[in-house]
């Protein structure tokens, strides 16, 4: 059965440094998505994305995040200077935007920074 | 406001016995409510959606648009139910994004 796939699973990084957090969202699937959960806190939603343009985002996903499909198959959330409360897991999540709207989520990565 | 609340963080029942995991919703529109289950060491996963009106490994939810509600429930639980439990709610149908509850911690006693 297709996953979505992400990596690394573990990133460490200094406040201050650029980090790249990888997708490969399910082939077929049109819609991507990245949600954060901070320790101890509810997964929330940072951006959405669809034919190559931002859907959505939330207030939480400012100028210092960006995304991108730089190809056919990848999809990155990139933090330009990390601040230590940017600390957290990163979901990414991708739909065929069928009816339904299911969306599969990938392992996720865990962002930790120092 | 969009928001789904999940008044307990932590749940504990005996296998066999029913469970109810809470979720109340605040969305002035008609959502499409969904359960999330995270198994240990698992990827979060869709466990039934309100728009299909199934069950799915024995648990069932209905929508109370009354009561803005969609509880989680098992007439008998089972010692592999023991996960963390996410209510998530879409605020329209469609590929649109997720506003999830905290999470109820669920763990079946043997």
């Known amino acids: 059965e297709p996953e979505v796939t992400q990596t690394p699973s573990h990133q460490v990084t200094q406040m201050g440094q650029e980090v790249i957090l990888r997708c490969v969202p399910i082939s077929n699937h049109l819609y991507f998505y990245w949600y954060r959960q901070i320790l101890g806190q509810k997964v929330e939603f940072l951006v959405s994305?669809?034919?190559?343009?931002?859907?959505?985002k939330s207030e939480i996903f400012d100028d210092q995040f960006s995304v991108e499909r730089p190809d056919g198959s990848n999809f990155t959330l990139k933090i330009r200077s990390t601040k230590l409360e940017d600390s957290a897991m990163y979901f990414c999540?991708?739909?065929?935007?069928?009816?339904?709207?299911?969306?599969?989520f990938g392992p996720g990565t865990r962002l930790t920074v120092t | 406001a969009q928001r789904v609340t999940q008044p307990e963080k932590l749940l504990s029942v005996f296998k066999g016995a029913p469970v109810e995991l809470k979720c109340n919703y605040s969305?002035?529109?008609?959502?499409?409510l969904f359960w999330y289950v995270q198994y240990s060491r698992q990827r979060l996963q869709l466990l039934l959606r309100?728009?299909s009106r199934e069950s799915i490994k024995g648990f069932t939810a209905d929508l109370n648009k009354g009561e803005t509600s969609f509880h989680l429930k098992k007439p008998f639980a089972q010692e592999e139910d023991s996960a963390m439990y996410y209510c998530a709610l879409s605020p329209i149908q469609g590929a649109q994004k997720l506003v999830f509850g905290q999470g109820t911690r669920l763990t079946i006693n043997p």
């Open positions: 969305y002035s529109g008609s959502p499409e």
């Open positions: 994305f669809y034919n190559n343009e931002i859907s959505e």
């Open positions: 999540a991708s739909s065929d935007g069928g009816s339904l709207g299911e969306q599969y």
């Open positions: 309100h728009i």
